[in-house]
């Protein structure tokens, strides 16, 4: 396999957990005195100065509950990854290898474009073998030291090629949300006293698995601070999770552009409980308390065990379905639009097995949870506490025991039962003897 870090694993692992671990237990100044590297030697970000900025704390969130600083040391290898499922037996036959009508061949040629443009010392830093452990080695924390290449790193008409990879494996929204988590990150660089390398718009890195084609199975990654970006490509079938989008702030005016994020998906999700009956929500709504952090099966979280909770969908109304589906089609619809349909249709098959859970307060200024899960299909919104956003004096307390605020918001997609990054499909193709 290519491309290998020159730390061990064990080293990788040693220093993740001493991240999750300073942040659990001392909080933003404990993180505050470490060193957030990425992969490249010339990109080392460093503490800020004690200015009376915020401590330039990475706004990722802290570890524990599948959330933020990891994958760490739950992070699976690819050969025992099982997937998302609800008590650790998957659920086989929900997925096939098929042909969706929805050509990939634009996909394709963009990322072999962007990859021709590349040098040979770049290409090689990105590429990797299809079935690479690099799949799950992924973080929405800026300091986490990452592989690829890194646009901040690249020409400008290597970046734009970049940009156009995305732009056709993305829909315009979904390609406009990661632009604006780029610049919100940038913005909060600024705002904690600058000089952090990973708190800006550069600080985003390729990698690819396997090699572009519109026969054998490939993929690639787009990853850095509160984004991640998994797309696994075999003919015309596309793969989109997990996909990880927050940021901190959600809202906030950058360069003279005004930028909020996450309000189409806190819409979405108080559209659809405001639609149900008292019954209905005393059944969604959970009698636990919204916490700082409440992400079950974000970074590190690839074999996560998550029962059903909530109400199933199978008694809603019509009209109470189309809100769920609208729902889902907020995140399902990062993905360009045709296989975004693909995709829909999935979660449509199985819409009576749908969960729907809350947790939190329901005001349109809440800061709240809501679960989407079905066999196909698991949707997380967390509001959370802040961790270097909203007080010049040092920044919010992160973590569990935070205040939750919709300045601080993670989201993830993801498809249970052996379906991120396209792990079933592959297995599949491998099977076939494809």
Known sequence: MHGHRPRTPEADRSRRWFMNTALLTGGVAAVATMTGCSSNSSD????????????????????????????????????????????GTLTDGLYSIHSTDVSTDGIVKAAQAFLDGLSAKERKSCTFDV?????????????????????????ATKRNLGYALLGAALSADGLTRTRNIMKLNAFLGDYSGGNRDTLTEGAYFFTFMGTPSTTKPWGFQYE??????NFFVLGDQVVMTPTFMGSEPTSATYKGEKITLFKPETKAGLTLLRSLTTAQRAKVISGTKKSGDDMKAGAGQDNAELAYQGLVAKGFTSAQKQNL????????????????????????????????????????????????????????????????????????????????????????????????????????????DH
């Open 44 to 87: 080392t970000a460093t503490a800020s100065s004690s200015s009376g900025a915020p401590n330039g704390a990475p706004s990722g969130g802290p570890g524990g509950g599948g959330n933020g600083m990891g994958p760490g040391q739950s992070e699976v290898k690819y050969a025992d990854f099982k997937g998302v499922t609800t008590d």
């Open 131 to 155: 079935d690479d452990d690099e799949w799950l080695a992924w973080s929405n924390v800026d300091g986490y030291q990452r592989k690829g290449v890194r646009m901040g790193d690249i020409t």
């Open 325 to 432: 589906l609208d729902l889902v089609r907020v995140y399902v619809g990062n993905m360009n639009d045709g296989h975004a349909e693909v995709k829909m249709t999935e979660v449509e098959a199985h819409l009576d097995a749908t969960h729907f859970y809350w947790m939190g307060e329901t005001k349109d200024s809440s800061a709240f949870y809501y679960r989407v899960h079905s066999p196909v299909v698991l949707i997380e919104y967390d509001a959370q506490s802040p961790l270097a956003y909203g007080t010049k004096s040092g920044g919010g307390m992160g973590g569990p025991n935070g205040t939750p605020t919709q300045q601080h918001i993670h989201t993830v997609i993801r498809t249970p039962n052996g379906g991120d990054y396209g792990v079933d499909l592959l297995k599949l193709h491998l099977d076939n």
């Open 224 to 229: 850095g601070h509160h984004v991640a970006i």
